[in-house]
């Protein structure tokens, strides 16, 4: 099935000419999916602590964050460094991304090279055509540059695997060694959810070298050494998040049900399903209308790939001993996964898998190229058609109305056109969201109260989740604005509070509800 070291794939190192050539497709694909539509609930996070203007608040913002955001160390700080060169616009904001998906595709092509895994033409359409990556460049969050990381040390693992499962010895040069290494410190320094990869590689390797099929030139000891330190620092960074209790969001969801989801993502499903909003909200039932579509892509990925499998490849002990390998890089993490979703009910998504990404590019990588090397003219439909799907999955999730983010954009504005009119607006979504938009919060202003007044415009109130109890004795506002109520008005009191007062239906937008007040008769 893995057809590494075939036919049509070239053992040579990359040339200068056919890096920048990767680079540059890379860079157009990131051009194109990035979008200036408005930030949401998850980006705004990112802004609160890469936000802030003097570099000694927005580490103070980082080291004292409660949440996940805290341990996002490096990412955040790039992210800072990036709002100082090019502004804090929505576009500029998410060409943050760009740099670091270049980086994951020029990776990823020099470790299958190294590898001999992959044909180069076809790994580069699926980094470029993934509807997961196409989706995370858009998003002012690390996944992007947790992808780069991934791919420059967990590529070379399976490069090393690759290698050692033909008998043969991986040796690290120089250059492997340092970008091994960055891609170690940018794994684990952009969400400490990549530590279980990192110590995954290292048992793989450190196993690999046991048996001799693989070993580094002494010109890496430096390399070694940076990594080392930087990454004992990331260590003592996250140790002082963890006594603060920081941590991921609560949310207790069954491990397999998240980690059906989690691949339903990363196999590029999501951009020809629901919305995450209607699944968010409804669940899996969302999934009935799409079925069909859903169905036949998963027909078509699993005809090219049971047709690749049947081509001629490695002997059978050395498929086995690359599937051992590659499951115990990829099984020990999930492992960790699944531990960490029951013991802290923390839920699970594809985000958090990022990692995974690179290794099932290069599986897949190597399995397609098989189809290419076929003298068999239906054997290139076959191969053609799993990438027209991701193609047409990635568009879908760049232009469909349906996949739009929650539109602060729209909501900050109705908000503040009723402000103009003399009318009372009470806010329940995103405080730094009504901010980033210009309504009358000053960034920080309430934090995270479940009540807050403006102290510029008396008329905007804010809330986050309050209690029934909270809202006795405020007069009823004009506008009543609720985004995602099971965050922002999770004890139901705000709907509970217009259903009473007798407001209009709600007019709905992306992810948001405006209640009006009936008109007098």
């Not at 990829?330 to 923390?346: H, Y």
């Not at 990588?365 to 047409?392: D, I, K, N, Q």
């Amino acid at each position: 099935m893995i057809e590494g070291g075939t036919r049509g794939i070239s053992e040579s190192r990359p040339s200068l000419a056919g890096a920048l050539a990767v680079a540059f497709v890379a860079l157009v694909t990131g051009l194109v999916a990035i979008t200036a539509e408005s930030l949401w609930i998850d980006e705004f996070a990112s802004l609160q602590v890469a936000g802030h203007r003097a570099f000694g608040e927005a580490l103070r913002a980082l080291r004292g964050s409660p949440e996940s955001d805290g341990q996002m160390p490096i990412y955040m700080l790039w992210l800072w460094a990036w709002i100082r060169l090019f502004g804090d616009s929505e576009w500029a904001l998410r060409a943050a991304n760009i740099p670091w998906f270049v980086v994951g595709a020029v990776g990823l092509v020099h470790w299958s090279r190294r590898g001999q895994i992959s044909s180069t033409l076809i790994l580069v359409m699926l980094v470029c055509l993934s509807p997961f990556l196409w989706f995370y460049l858009n998003e002012v969050r690390p996944y992007i540059m947790q992808f780069a990381g991934a791919a420059l040390f967990l590529g070379g693992v399976l490069a090393t695997i690759f290698v050692g499962s033909r008998g043969t010895c991986m040796r690290f040069e120089a250059a492997d060694c340092w970008a091994a290494a960055l891609g170690a410190v940018l794994l684990c320094g952009t969400s400490l959810l990549g530590v279980p990869w990192l110590l995954a590689g290292l048992l793989v390797l450190a196993l690999l070298w046991r048996s001799g099929k693989f070993e580094v030139n002494r010109s890496c000891l430096p390399s070694t050494l940076i990594g080392a330190v930087l990454l004992l620092i990331l260590a003592v960074h996250y140790v002082e998040t963890l006594r603060r209790g920081a941590g991921p969001y609560i949310n207790d969801s069954p491990f397999f049900l998240t980690l059906g989801f989690s691949l339903y993502e990363l196999l590029g499903f999501v951009g020809l399903g629901p919305s995450r909003l209607d699944l968010r909200q409804s669940g899996i039932s969302e999934l009935r209308p799409f079925v069909p579509v859903l169905l036949a892509s998963a027909i078509i990925w699993t005809t090219a790939i049971g047709v690749a499998a049947r081509r001629p490849g490695q002997e059978p002990e050395a498929n086995h001993r690359l599937v051992l390998y590659i499951l115990a890089l990829v099984t020990l993490p999930l492992i960790f996964l699944g531990v960490l979703s029951e013991w802290r009910s923390f839920r699970v998504l594809g985000r958090h898998m990022t990692p995974l990404l690179p290794v099932l590019l290069l599986v897949l990588g190597a399995t397609l190229s098989a189809l290419r090397s076929s003298s068999r003219s239906w054997h290139s439909l076959v191969l053609a058609a799993p990438l027209l799907l991701w193609a047409f999955s990635a568009a879908s999730w760049r232009v469909s109305e349906r996949h739009r983010k929650d539109d602060y954009q729209t909501a900050s504005q109705v908000a503040a056109e009723a402000l103009s009119q003399g009318k009372t607006v009470w806010w329940a979504a995103h405080y730094f969201g009504a901010a980033y938009y210009g309504l009358p919060l000053e960034p920080g202003e309430g934090a995270a109260a479940s009540v807050v007044q403006s102290r510029q415009t008396p008329a905007f109130w804010g809330f986050y989740s309050p209690r029934p109890e909270e809202l006795r004795g405020l007069s009823p506002p004009d506008l009543l604005i609720i985004s995602k109520a099971d965050t922002f008005d999770g004890h139901g009191a705000l709907y509970a509070f217009a259903t009473d007062h007798g407001y209009q239906e709600p007019v709905v937008a992306a992810a948001f509800r405006f209640y009006s007040r009936k008109p007098a008769d």
